[in-house]
Structure formats: C-alpha cells, structure tokens
C-alpha cells in the first residue's frame, strides 16, 4: 500500500491492501472475454472486406496468410476513420473540418524577415474545402511606413490564388498574429509559396514577403489544428465573470454537434461542480442532447449532438448545474499575497480549544471575515468565516512544514462556512494562514439564442454519438442463497405487481418522501413528492416513462422522461441513451437491502404488525453499527438502518423507513417513503404524452 | 506515468497487441469496478463492456495518440458505472448517491475488514473514489488528477488527508 509519506498501522496497511487488491476476475471470465474481444476485433475490421472477394476464399483457404491480411485491412481501417471524420467535418476528440478530401497540414513552421519584420507561418491546414494558414508578425510595419498587407499563394506552376479573409495584421502593436483563409487548393498541393505584400494608405507597393512551406498529408493520431476564431463565437451575457459561449455548430442531414464552452475572466476559475446545458426552442420544446465530449476531456468544453433543425427554430442554449438553478458555484485561485492571516495558536493547544478572531480581508471583490477557530482534535484546526454576500468557501494553505492537508469550506447554518486544515502536530508557534481559493456563487442565467441552419438533405457522414446497443435485457443478481424471508419477500412483491404487469399499458404511482435535513443538505429537500407514469409492455418491460419530483407546494424539482433506449432530463440537462439494457418494472424497494443483510450476516428483525390503516403487515428492519459524526452534527451516529411494512393482504410495500441512532440513544429518522398512488391505466393524460413527446431522436 | 505508447498503437491494428494490453489492465479495471459495484455480476459484466468500448475507441481512433491510456481507460469506467447507476436508480433526488455496495453491505467478515468499511463509510464518495483509482486501480496521482481534471497536487494532498483521516481513526478505534 502507498503511504504516500504516511506510516500506516501494519494491520490497516494490510486490511487496505487485501480490500482494494484482492478482488481478482475470474479466469474462466477472463478467458471468454478474451475471446469475444478478439471476435469483436475481427468484427470491428471484417466490414472493410468483402467477404465474396476471391482473395478473401483463399486467405480462408490458406490461414498461414490470413494475419498479415488482416494487418493491412486494420491498416487502412486507421485511414478509413480519418476518412469519415473528414467528409463529416468533424471527428470526436479532435474538432471541425469542413473539407471533403484529404487533410494536409504543415510541414514545420517558417519565417522569413524584412527590414526588421519578421513573419512565421505557424499553422497551415487544407482539407478539401479550404487552405487557411495562421501568421505570426513581430516588428511594426507602421515604422515601414505600410497600411495594408495583401496575400496570395504562388503555386510550383505560378497560379496565383489571393486570400478571401484575413484578420488584422496591421494593428499597432509589436506582435500579433492572424488566420488567412484562401479558397481551395489543387489537390495534392503539397509545396506552395505564401506572399505577402506591404502597401502604403495609398495602395502603393512598398514591398513583398515569400514564404515558402511545405503541406504533409496529416498523420494517424494527429490532431487536426484549429483556426482561432475570428468572428465572436455565439456567447451568453457574462454574468459574475461566466461567459457561456457556443464555440462551433455542424449540421446534418440527421443530427447537429454543438461545440460549447465556458469562459472565465480569471485562467484559475472554474465550476465547483459538473454542468450541463439544455437546448429548448421559443415553444418551449426540449432537444436531447447527447454529449459526446472526448473520453479526455476539457472540463470547459463538451461537445453535444442534437436533432436536426429546419432552420426555423429559434432556440435557446441554457447552462444548467443541478441542483444550483441559475446561481452556481464557481472557484477561483488566489494570487494576491495580501490573502492571509495570521494564527498563533499558543504553547500548548487542546482539542476542543476555541480561539475567537477577527480579521478582515479583501480578496477579489470579496470581503472575507475570520471569526473563530477551533482544534477538533489533537491535528485538525478548523477555521470560521462569515458567510457575506456571495462569497460561500475557502480553500486554506500555510507553508508551516506541519501541514498535512486543507479542506474546503462547508456552510454552517448560523451564516457562518468553516475550512480546516489537519497538521502533524499543531504548530506552536504562530503562522501564516493563506487563502490559495475561494468559492463564490455566480448568478445567471446563461443562454444563448441563436437560429440554427437548416439541416442540409443530403447526409454529409457526421459520425453517430455511440453506436446503438441491442436489447440485451439486463438480469437482476441473485443471491448465492435466498433464504426463506428473501423468497417470502419477492413472492410479496410479485403478488403486489401481478396485476400492473398483466398486459401493456401505463403505471401510474405517486409517491411522498418527507427527510430529516443535516446541515448543510439541500437535496433531498425535506418533503418530496415523486410522481411516474410508466409505459410497460405486455411482457412488463419499461418503453417509456415520465418521472417528476415535486415539493411540497407542488414545484417541480426534476424531471425526466425517457423513450425507448433514450432518456433527457429536463432540469440537469442529462441525456443519452440507456446503454445498460431494458428494465423490467418494479415497485420493490428493500429486496436489495435485505438481499445484502442476509449475505453479509447483518441482524435482521421481522415481525408480524399493524399498519396505520389497520391492515396485517410484515415489518422487517435491518441495521448495522456505526461510528461516525456528521459535519456540524453534535452527536455521533452509532447505528444505521432500513426497514419496511409490507402489507401481507396485498403485498404492498406501504412504508419504507432509513433510520439511525444517535449517541444519546436517541433515535432519528432519516427518511420515510410512502406509496400514495399506484394505479394501472390504458394512458396517461395528454400532457404527459407531450412531455415524453420532446424527447427527441437524434 | 505510464508508457504504454507503442503498445497502444500497435493494438490499434494487431488483435495480439491489444490482447496483451487486456491482460495488463483487466485486473485493474475488474478490482476498480468490483469495489464500485459491490458485485460479480455487475463487475464481469461492466468489465465486458468497458474493453469492449476501449477497443472500438482504440480502432475508431477516438484515443489521442500521446494521451494518457489509463486514464482514458478508467474515463470510460466510469462513464459505464454512471449509466449503470442512472439506467439502474433514475436520479434519485440525492446529493451524495452512494455508489459503494450499501449502507448495509459489510463488504468482507473479518475483523479487520468490517473495521475498515465501516471507516470507509464515513468517507464521502469522492474520497472513496480516489482510494479505489488510486489502490485498485492503480492509477498514478497525475493520472488520478488527469481524470478528475484537478492538479497533481491537490489529488495528493486530498488522498493523503484522507490516509491520515483511516489512519487516525483506526488508531483511536484500536488504541
């Protein structure tokens, strides 16, 4: 085990060890899933044969040549890729072309110099449909005397071909660069000479820069360069330093990738958080939104691909970071030196020690109050800062060797946010607290409204986000050895279910959740009403479903609805498909628990009881011991547990309880869910027709 | 970091190569989801579609040539495991959703073992989750911090924090 510096117990290094290693894959598994990965293999490559070739029969014929073969077809499959990626204009991971042949991209950067000018030619890209090189200037040509710089590109046969856009290279300031856009080249134009020529306010020549460069075609794996934008890409308004700005879009004939950023006016900032956006049109209309961002990604910008537009829609780009609504979380670094404060904690600190401050410092546009401290125990020295305005956390550093971590803020429910630091030991002499980030709300919203193109009829090859999957259907673990209150359990729940499952139709049910709130918690909120139409089949499997949850006055907090293998979450933003597998309905809600009660030998109680409503109920309760304490709790949790009333008549699960006991003895309750509805109709009400209805197929 | 460069390109054509790479992570990516999942089943069974999506990624080029192998690896794990959870839970309205095996899942019967789960769970999910990319699936820091798009140095420092917190707790636990 690393102990990364640490000196762990020998037992609890070996209990590590064994928990996070042991676990090994079975090798008869290991085994068939070498051998499927190498069909799949054989698979992914075998399309780019054609099976009746002549060739083909007698690889079959003679296996000795087969693996060089299919060497040489992976080879080209490497190229077919590139290929769609540059008829679709776009390929996942690397961004946008908009050519339909080949790439070629630039040799090595060149420059050339003139009277104390230098030009470089850094970037140069022709895919088919464009030529575009990005220019590096240094020295100032207004000392030249020129105004205006034109371009062209000299071909070996002495064509010449002027620039159809270009920046500005004339600005002045000692070093700029720019993107020159030409039309087209031959194809295969792989050696060329750029010019650039100078002129006076009068259009006279004053003198001209060749350049000449050589075009590669792009390499397997290589990163096609991007133009930097010089237009302003379609962005929101910015809000507290947040721009949300949607950098790219592609069209076609069946889907739309949009490319979307964020922007912060500090390179240090960012979203405490994950985000999301949602696509909706002026009728209020929802778009899934698949993201399809690269497996290694940028946190600041995802890519999406959407449906096709008509061209008529005028829609609307949302941010969205749940549960935050339009006021999100955002951290920035600190760099000013000022941020920091002194502590001295004394000769001989205690845990359970409270030291009262006040200090007040400026940090950003914030003012951060120090208001106290407290040791919680013999390494842990826990600071409190007033919560003011929108500033909402700390990060806290000290550069005292004894430093062995820092976390950040956690918001108290007296207005007040703590940040802890953990020592070696707790320094006795004073020092320097730092503040190296804090975290602020922004407050939005952020939408951008744009009117899309029209999706072009004929398919131009944008690549599918991910292939889709076949329904395999997904079959629930069973234990090793049900015993008889597992089986008495699910003979309960089927009994409850036979009648919703007997035949296709819609599952409507109703259910309400009332939480006991920690400090600190938001979700979920105290009362919670959760509300679902299911579409099942005759078989009992989900087709489409409408998930809602409301508060207590009705508001809708979430909502999701899901179509076939699709599903969109209209208040995170989440979409995609359901890669896993269909699903078969079900209302049970302990089975799992007690499934895991029983394997891992944990005290279950069951007795017969009365439910409030006079019924004959089987109540079952498992719970284990703890010892933990949650932040800003006075007392520590000493056991856990779930337990349920199952009406034995009907075989409904009427009550679904999470408990805990508290160190006093006292008991709290975390949660109590309770079924009010569950109906079976032929369909729902229209509305929740048309709210499924947005979930629209890429 | 590691260097698994020339491997990786040569899987991309060479059904050998990219089997040898199998047997290098399966291990890793096995005891990673194991402890994510709680289960055999789901472990197996994520484990298939995970080198499944890593080898159509390989082929399909959609891993950059130069990028980190782990760490796109573990990328996919991970999106995999959030789609089992959202296909399995549809979004619970929870802050923390816990993804290891269970409140009452007492992962092993020793002593020692229930002792650590029991510290575990008073661990938030996302320091459970450096434990498990850091010792089970044995990521390096740069790659853990690669993955989480944080620094190097803040991943060390919150998987150390969270060391020293197991360490604290099991000494005061066992005197």
């Keep these: 085990m690393d102990k990364m510096d640490l000196t762990m117990p020998p037992e609890l290094d070996a209990t590590l060890t064994h928990f996070y290693t042991v676990p090994k894959p079975d090798p008869a598994f290991a085994a068939r899933l070498d051998v499927d990965l190498r069909r799949r293999f054989d698979e992914l490559s075998a399309p780019k044969v054609d099976p009746r070739s002549p060739l083909m029969r007698s690889l079959r014929a003679r296996p000795a040549l087969a693996f060089l073969f299919v060497l040489v077809a992976l080879s080209l499959l490497v190229g077919a890729v590139y290929a769609v990626g540059r008829l679709s204009g776009f390929i996942p991971g690397f961004g946008f072309t908009s050519g339909t042949a080949d790439v070629y991209v630039l040799d090595q950067p060149m420059s050339a110099s003139l009277d104390g000018i230098t030009l470089t030619v850094e970037k140069a890209v022709h895919d088919g449909s464009r030529f575009w090189v990005q220019v590096r200037r240094v020295g100032l040509l207004e000392e030249r005397g020129a105004a205006y710089v034109d371009s062209s590109v000299l071909l070996p046969d002495g064509e010449k071909i002027p620039y159809q856009m270009a920046g500005n290279l004339e600005s002045g300031v000692p070093e700029t660069q720019m993107t020159i856009e030409y039309p087209p080249l031959p194809a295969g134009t792989e050696s060329l000479t750029l010019r650039f020529t100078f002129m006076t306010s009068g259009y006279e020549l004053l003198q001209s820069m060749d350049i000449p460069i050589v075009l590669r075609p792009i390499r397997s794996g290589e990163l096609i360069p991007m133009p930097p934008t010089e237009t302003p890409s379609l962005q929101s308004e910015t809000h507290d330093g947040l721009t949300l700005v949607l950098e790219d879009v592609a069209f076609d004939s069946d889907k739309t990738i949009l490319q979307v950023g964020l922007r912060f006016d500090s390179p240090d900032a960012g979203l405490a958080g994950d985000w999301n956006v949602v696509l909706s049109d002026e009728t209020g209309k929802s778009y899934l939104l698949l993201d399809i961002s690269p497996d290694v990604r940028d946190g600041d910008t995802k890519l999406f691909q959407a449906p096709a537009f008509d061209g008529s829609e005028m829609l609307t780009l949302s941010l969205v970071m749940f549960p935050y609504g339009e006021d999100v979380p955002v951290y920035t670094g600190v760099a000013d030196e000022s941020a920091h404060f002194s502590f001295a904690p004394g000769s001989d600190p205690q845990p359970g020690q409270h030291w009262d401050l006040d200090e007040t410092l400026n940090i950003a546009d914030f003012q951060l109050h120090v208001v106290g401290a407290s040791l919680i125990s013999s390494t842990e020295l826990v600071f409190e800062f007033e919560q003011v305005d929108d500033l909402t956390g700390v990060m806290l550093f000290t550069s005292n060797s004894l430093l062995r971590g820092s976390g950040g803020g956690i918001p108290n429910q007296n207005g007040l946010f703590t940040a802890g630091m953990t020592f070696e030991s707790i320094p006795v002499q004073p020092f320097d607290v730092e503040i190296n980030r804090i975290y602020y709300t922004a407050h939005g919203p952020w939408q951008i409204r744009w009117q899309p193109e029209a999706a072009p009829v004929q398919a131009s090859g944008l690549p599918t986000a991910t292939p889709f999957p076949t329904g395999a259907v997904y079959a629930t673990p069973t234990m090793g050895s049900p015993s008889s209150l597992s089986y008495q359990v699910q003979a309960l729940v089927q009994k409850f279910e036979a009648s919703l499952l007997q035949g296709a139709g819609w599952i409507h049910s109703v259910t309400v959740q009332e939480s006991h709130m920690h400090p600190g918690q938001i979700l979920p909120p105290p009362y919670l009403v959760t509300e679902l139409w299911v579409e099942v089949d005759a078989d009992g499997y989900v087709t489409r479903s409408l998930y809602t949850d409301r508060d207590e006055n009705g508001n809708v907090l979430q909502q999701s609805a899901s179509a076939g293998n699709y599903s969109i979450n209209f208040t995170t933003g989440d979409a995609g498909y359901n890669e896993y597998s269909r699903y078969l309905f079900s209302t049970d809600l302990f089975s799992q628990d007690l499934a895991q009660a029983e394997e891992n030998g944990i005290p279950i109680q069951q007795e017969e009881r009365t439910c409030d409503d006079g019924s004959v109920c089987l109540f079952i309760a498992v719970s284990e011991a703890v010892s933990f304490q949650n932040p800003g709790e006075s007392q520590a949790t000493t056991e856990v547990g779930r337990r349920v009333w199952i009406n034995l008549e009907t075989g409904q699960q009427v009550k679904l309880q999470a408990f805990a006991y508290l160190a006093d003895g006292s008991e709290q309750i975390e949660f109590t869910r309770e079924p009010l509805l569950v109906e079976k109709l032929d369909s729902p009400p229209q509305d929740v027709l048309d709210i499924i209805a947005q979930v629209e197929m890429p | ?175």
């Design chain 2, 1 to 175: 970091m590691s260097d698994d460069s020339e491997l990786i390109e040569r899987a991309r054509r060479n059904p050998e190569a990219f089997a040898a790479l199998y047997e290098q992570y399966l291990e890793r990516v096995y005891r990673y989801l194991y402890r994510r999942l709680g289960n055999v089943h789901d472990a197996e069974e994520l484990t298939a579609q995970i080198f499944t999506d890593a080898l159509e990624g390989l082929l399909k080029n959609h891993y950059k040539a130069g990028g980190c192998f782990p760490a796109w690896l573990f990328s996919i794990a991970r999106r995999r495991v959030a789609d089992f959870y959202r296909k399995r839970t549809h979004d619970p309205l929870e802050e923390h959703p816990s993804s290891e095996p269970g409140l009452l899942a007492a992962l092993e019967k020793s002593d020692d073992l229930q002792q650590l789960s029991r510290l575990l769970a008073q661990l938030d999910e996302h320091k459970r989750e450096l434990l498990r990319l850091r010792f089970s699936a044995g990521l390096h820091f740069a790659e853990i911090a690669l993955l989480e798009n944080r620094s190097e140095a803040a991943v060390k420092m919150e998987l150390y924090r969270t060391l020293d917190f197991l360490r604290q707790q099991w000494e005061a636990e066992n005197g």
